[in-house]
């Protein structure tokens, strides 16, 4: 079943697998339409009880939150793009089914935020940048956002990634968590199958129970994060 091209995200299921395509022609933007349509293909999966495979279009795995949305200065649009951001990742890393990310390419910011909030990542072995550069660009990395790099990446990482900066090619994005394995553009998707196949064969009521146990002191903490982002927007947003 694939769903009609109505939004920038595609919805494919086949054999118990549903493929999330992101493509909005662009960097994938993470603006409102985008995390809506994340959301509602995730509600879809989930009533499916299907395995998800999140992917991209080729090159572009997300370039983050829509730097567009920041400089019309709307800002009750930024804190529903932000907000929806923040609670993308809390549904993922606390989603009933397992969830395999096939990055297509690049991934920054919210973008690398929604890669890290999947169970297993497979990058491209080269051609792609993996990038927190949120400090870069004068913004502060969110609470939320340092919960979910702080879950999933080497500790000597966290600083590098989030403070300084750093940009890490997929090699180097590998070594330091952000990915558990590599292949090439040409067979990332048959990669990524055979990972969503072999987590299917899983008992699923055992897996989603294991998952929640292992993440439930993180999955607190990120809770309280996006409260404490949320506060914060709010107060900077509204005091324009």
């Given at each position: 079943?694939?769903?009609?091209?109505?939004?920038?995200?595609?919805?494919?299921?086949?054999?118990?697998?549903?493929?999330?395509?992101?493509?909005?022609?662009?960097?994938?933007?993470?603006?409102?339409?985008?995390?809506?349509?994340?959301?509602?293909?995730?509600?879809?999966?989930?009533?499916?009880?299907?395995?998800?495979?999140?992917?991209?279009?080729?090159?572009?795995?997300?370039?983050?939150?829509?730097?567009?949305?920041?400089?019309?200065?709307?800002?009750?649009?930024?804190?529903?793009?932000?907000?929806?951001?923040?609670?993308?990742?809390?549904?993922l890393l606390s989603f009933p089914h397992p969830v395999v990310a096939a990055c297509s390419g690049h991934a920054v910011a919210m973008g690398v935020f929604l890669l890290l909030s999947t169970d297993v990542r497979i990058g491209l072995t080269e051609g792609a940048?993996?990038?927190?550069?949120?400090?870069?660009?004068?913004?502060?990395?969110?609470?939320?956002?340092?919960?979910?790099?702080?879950?999933?990446?080497?500790?000597?990482?966290?600083?590098?990634?989030?403070?300084?900066?750093?940009?890490?090619?997929?090699?180097?994005?590998?070594?330091?968590?952000?990915?558990?394995?590599?292949?090439?553009?040409?067979?990332?998707?048959?990669?990524?199958?055979?990972?969503?196949?072999?987590?299917?064969?899983?008992?699923?009521?055992?897996?989603?129970?294991?998952?929640?146990?292992?993440?439930?002191?993180?999955?607190?903490?990120?809770?309280?994060?996006?409260?404490?982002?949320?506060?914060?927007?709010?107060?900077?947003?509204?005091?324009?």
């Amino acid at each position: 079943m694939t769903s009609p091209i109505t939004s920038p995200v595609s919805y494919t299921l086949n054999d118990g697998i549903a493929t999330l395509t992101l493509d909005d022609g662009k960097a994938n933007a993470m603006n409102p339409r985008m995390l809506q349509a994340v959301n509602d293909a995730l509600t879809q999966a989930e009533a499916d009880q299907a395995v998800v495979v999140l992917t991209g279009r080729p090159g572009m795995f997300s370039g983050g939150f829509d730097l567009g949305i920041f400089k019309a200065g709307d800002a009750a649009e930024q804190l529903r793009m932000l907000n929806a951001g923040a609670q993308i990742t809390h549904r993922l890393l606390s989603f009933p089914h397992p969830v395999v990310a096939a990055c297509s390419g690049h991934a920054v910011a919210m973008g690398v935020f929604l890669l890290l909030s999947t169970d297993v990542r497979i990058g491209l072995t080269e051609g792609a940048m993996v990038h927190v550069n949120e400090v870069q660009i004068g913004m502060t990395v969110p609470h939320f956002a340092l919960e979910v790099c702080r879950q999933r990446l080497a500790p000597a990482h966290l600083t590098l990634a989030a403070v300084t900066a750093q940009p890490y090619t997929t090699a180097q994005a590998l070594t330091a968590g952000f990915f558990d394995e590599l292949a090439p553009a040409e067979t990332l998707a048959t990669a990524a199958l055979a990972q969503a196949t072999r987590l299917k064969k899983l008992n699923r009521a055992a897996f989603t129970a294991t998952k929640l146990r292992q993440r439930q002191v993180g999955l607190a903490a990120l809770a309280l994060a996006i409260e404490a982002d949320a506060k914060d927007w709010g107060a900077r947003l509204t005091a324009r």
